[in-house]
């Protein structure tokens, strides 16, 4: 999901009144210094759209299974109304009190006995709302795995659900929230700093280890039958020349941390792989919003790769035939292919996109990543087409050496995977494991690289943010190994 859509999105809500600051009482009785209410949605259909999109495309995203689903009455439950209705999914209503005539059902709707429901709802504190939901489908004889929120206030709820057997995919944090919020100064940095302090301070679940003392666990990897380590797999036989060269430079430096540096100024993105060089296995860059471009600029980043032992990914997203992105690839203004190591195309052209590129970037030793999950509004990339990518890389493996995605998609060794949309909770003080964490995206999810943009560049000490990043990958990357 794209950070523009998502910013975009929170600066709407605010101008709706739906993000309020002041003091609140919540469901839980607790008083807070900012209150979500988007029971102010259905005064405006055009957003009530926009949020029933995302979370749809949360859905398709993270390939959930489910044979119907529920909206938490009741302000989810318009958002549920929309998305069933949108894309001819089976809709469930469960009632906060029954009827003393009629059926006396608490869910209405038609189902089976052992169907999976997937829930839906605006904002979660604690988790209590799904859960009371989910006890009511319980009890009617339905399944409960997932559910996803548009809001997480981040103050246990993923937790406690994931203790209770289901797995959150929230759309927005309230971090991310706060973040936005004061780059556009719609906030200042007190109210910021209040409510930040407020969110840490106050996280309302403590799991319970097994001698019942109350301390907060982390969630534990999923245990893999075969674990390779990043050395390991730099030696299988059919492992591609430059794969096994980041495997090593990963096992090297201990760090499978991309930074994402999105800046416009060349003599930024410079500084910003001199100074973080050392922390990284790797720099994604958008060579085409850089506003002094020069040949120069490439030399000396290549330069600054050398030095630091790091390889150099453009973000470029190849999308045509292949004559087309072979010209691309080799030619024009920026002559991608002289100096970045790697680059990605989508498979929507077919396997000539790959065959386009490789005609350039093979005999230069180049490499490809392609884009098998995407995370850009009604993406088609789920499923099927993930399957279809993952054919053309394995027909194509001399010239891709991985994917972009959000999670493993392939169990050979050879192949990288790589996550964009890394973040954690500002000043790194993560109150328990979230979805987006390095730790769920290198254990749970089976990816090998983060890839992190604005949790480094929107810290206060960039340097200091991209060494917190680096430190909990390897730590995720080895809990992984079982080390």
């Known amino acids: 999901m794209e950070d523009s859509s998502l910013d975009s999105l929170i600066l709407k ?9 002041g003091e609140y009482k919540l469901k839980s009785g607790m008083l807070t210094p900012i209150y979500i209410d988007l029971r102010v949605l259905v005064s405006y259909p055009a957003l009530m759209n926009q949020v029933s999109s995302l979370i749809y495309q949360q859905v398709q995203e993270q390939g959930l299974q489910f044979d119907s689903v529920c909206g938490v009455p ?12 949108r894309h001819e999914l089976p809709m469930l209503i469960r009632r906060k009190e029954a009827k003393d005539y009629g059926t006396k059902r608490l869910v209405e709707g038609s189902f089976r006995e052992g169907d999976i429901c997937l829930i839906i709802e605006d904002t979660v504190t604690s988790g209590s709302s799904i859960l009371e939901t989910a006890e009511v489908l319980y009890k009617g004889g339905l399944k409960v795995t997932d559910a996803i929120v548009l809001m997480d206030r981040e103050q246990g709820g993923v937790e406690m659900l994931a203790s209770q057997g289901i797995k ?49 666990a982390k969630k534990p990897c999923i245990k893999q039958n075969v674990e390779l380590s990043y050395a390991d ?33 060349s003599d930024e993105l410079l500084q910003l792989a001199d100074s973080l060089g050392p922390t990284m296995c790797m720099l994604k860059t958008h060579v085409d919003i850089l506003k002094d471009y020069t040949a ?14 790091f390889l150099i990914f453009e973000d470029r997203k190849f999308a045509d035939i292949g004559n087309t992105v072979k010209h691309q690839y080799e030619g024009g203004l920026y002559q991608i292919s002289s100096w970045s190591h790697i680059v990605n195309a989508h498979a929507v052209p077919g396997p000539g996109v790959v065959k386009g590129l490789s005609t350039v970037g093979k005999p230069l ?32 493996s001399d010239f891709v050496i991985g994917f972009i995605c959000g999670s493993k998609i392939s169990e050979r060794p050879e192949f990288i995977h790589m996550t964009p949309g890394v973040q954690m909770q500002a000043g790194g003080d ?7 964490t390095p730790e769920d995206v290198l254990c749970n999810k089976g990816s090998d690289v983060i890839i992190v943009g604005r949790g480094v560049l929107e ?15 390897w730590e995720a990357y080895t809990k992984r190994l079982g080390q």
Not at 189 to 212: C, H, M, W, Y
């Open 365 to 396: 030793g180049r490499g490809c990543l392609l884009i098998a999950q995407m995370s850009s509004q009604g993406s088609l990339a789920t499923g099927e087409y993930t399957k279809a990518v993952l054919q053309m890389a394995e027909d194509q």
């Open 296 to 309: 120069a600029f490439s030399q000396k980043l290549q330069a600054l790769a050398e030095k630091h032992n």
């Open 13 to 21: 809500l605010h101008d709706v009144d739906a993000v309020k600051f």
């Open 168 to 216: 959150l995919h929230p759309i927005i944090s309230m971090f991310k929230l706060l973040n936005v919020l004061l780059a556009a100064e719609r906030i200042d940095a007190q109210t910021a700093q209040s409510v930040r302090k407020f969110i840490l301070d106050n996280n309302t679940f403590s799991p319970k280890e097994e001698n019942g003392n109350d301390v907060p």
């Open 233 to 265: 797999r730099a030696k299988l036989p059919n492992v591609h020349p430059l794969a096994s060269k980041l495997l090593k430079i990963m096992e090297e430096k201990k760090s499978n941390l991309c930074v994402s540096a999105d800046v416009t100024s």
């Open 459 to 473: 810290a206060p000490d960039r340097l200091k943010a991209a060494e917190s990043y680096r430190k909990a990958g």
């Open 430 to 436: 993560v109150l328990g494991q979230q979805y987006s």
């Open 74 to 85: 009741y302000t989810a439950l318009p958002l549920a109304t929309i998305i069933c209705s």
